[in-house]
């Protein structure tokens, strides 16, 4: 189930990447690739950083197979994709909730300070995006918009804790990928974001 | 002779990221980075993605070489580099097709799939413009225009197959690389390039 | 005393990352992502370069809780901060020189010939600034403007050759440091910069 939901937390990933590519009037090839680096990107640095390579995507072609399928359906029913755009958002959070746990775990697997492994949790979860912003040319959202990596520390760090006690892996599991994914629910529900530090005049 | 047209190629796209960055106003430390980076971006990024570390261009003096002489000559003669554009877009067009015969050909070597072997080719020939065009603020070329990138997706599958087949390695090297120039000698010369998925108005 | 300075500068790096941040109005979230970018990015490419992996600041957490608390200072006192921009400039000048010559440093012990180690010194040095900028959407600043990584070259190239001298380790990093530090001040004190290819109108 776990792996079921990885693939599907990548596949809106890359449905994230695709939308943004076509508005961005990209050629095919472009499109594709955005939407291969918002699925990929985050766990890629992620590997990349911690020595893990050839990264996973090289290794597990099953990544590529649903992010090349996921470009083509986003392309074909690209002028309904508003009827979709709830689902699009759960899919989203989802795949948050699933690369956050993956980073941190890996993490811990490495033997890694926990304080290293949340941030390879929110490294996991977030760079995809944050590499989709630059290749656009834009800056990066989750840096000024929305409750969205704060999420993903908060779940990060209840995985590390839960991880302490004698709780089975698929409930923490489940535990920590409730909460990423509630805070962030409310968070766009009611429009909450962080304050800056510049006041708006 | 494939080292010479390696050579070849990495000065090109030397002179290439020169000229961006002398547009751009870069001092010369700048102009020397931008140059650096285009050539070589591509293959940095394949060799990172796959652990091949320390990066190929640290370990072979001769790139470097290269493209310090590149930047050199292109910053003397900038004034008359429009009566060499021919010559620079055939070199960078033969780079093209050299940079993603190696890389594919490196995705072999480590038992990559053939489909990573392909985006490995494709990774080698294309970001070091990603980069170069990513560090002077603008959105990739190759993202949203001219058959480019397409280029060496045709010619990366072409060389695999011909792998498979009783040819020798030059030969292949030859067939795969004319490829890759005669598509993009053709779309330039017609102005071809991907529709995109938005109706212009 | 060369681990203090160390962290002293990769203080520095997280003062100006953070205040860079702050003005362009990013979350706390992203301020503490660019803070620490601007802090440990150079090391961590020339890390991920050369094959050291896990990165540093993975394996020493005082680097970490560096930049928390340099980025949790910087906000508190963000309105008087002008007061301070003395102190700031000193101390990123300092980590400059000092980040410059470690990274020649891992250069020399990784066996890497002179020139490669030379560009890890610029690298640590420069690109965690450059990575922040993009990450801003700005054209690096050390492309186009002060004379910065030409002090870092002099600098790494500096300290290569008097490692070949019968001088200790200790009088060499002094030295060094003091040549880039030297040269930076004296570049900003009288405006210096290097010239561009395109003339002014």
């Known amino acids: 189930m776990f792996y079921t939901l ?13 939308l943004t590519a076509i508005n961005k009037r990209f050629d095919p090839f472009g499109v594709f690739i955005i939407s291969f680096v918002t699925a990929v990107g985050g ?17 597990d072609l099953n990544y590529v197979y649903a992010i090349i399928g ?5 392309i ?24 956050t746990i993956i980073g941190t775990e890996i993490g811990i697997q490495q033997n890694l300070h926990p304080i290293i492994s949340v941030a390879l949790g ?3 979860a977030t760079f995809g995006g944050v590499i989709r912003d630059i290749l656009c040319n834009e800056i990066p959202i989750i ?5 969205y990596a704060s999420a993903c520390i908060v779940g990060a760090i209840t995985f590390l804790v839960l991880s302490n006690y004698n709780i089975t892996i698929n409930i923490n599991y489940v535990i920590t990928s409730l909460i990423v994914i509630t805070i962030r629910l409310i968070a766009v529900k ?3 974001s962080l304050p800056t530090f510049i006041e708006n005049k």
């Open 6 to 18: 990885d693939i599907l937390g990548t596949m809106a990933f890359a449905i994230s990447g695709t």
């Open 190 to 192: 009611f429009k909450l």
């Open 143 to 147: 840096f000024h918009k929305e409750i």
């Open 122 to 124: 929110v490294i996991s």
């Open 70 to 74: 996921a470009t083509i359906f986003t």
């Open 43 to 59: 766990g890629t640095l992620r590997d990349v950083l911690i020595g893990r390579t050839p990264v996973s995507w090289m290794q």
């Open 76 to 99: 074909l029913i690209r002028k309904r994709i508003d009827y979709l755009s709830t689902s699009l958002f759960l899919f989203d959070t989802i795949g948050l909730g699933i690369f």
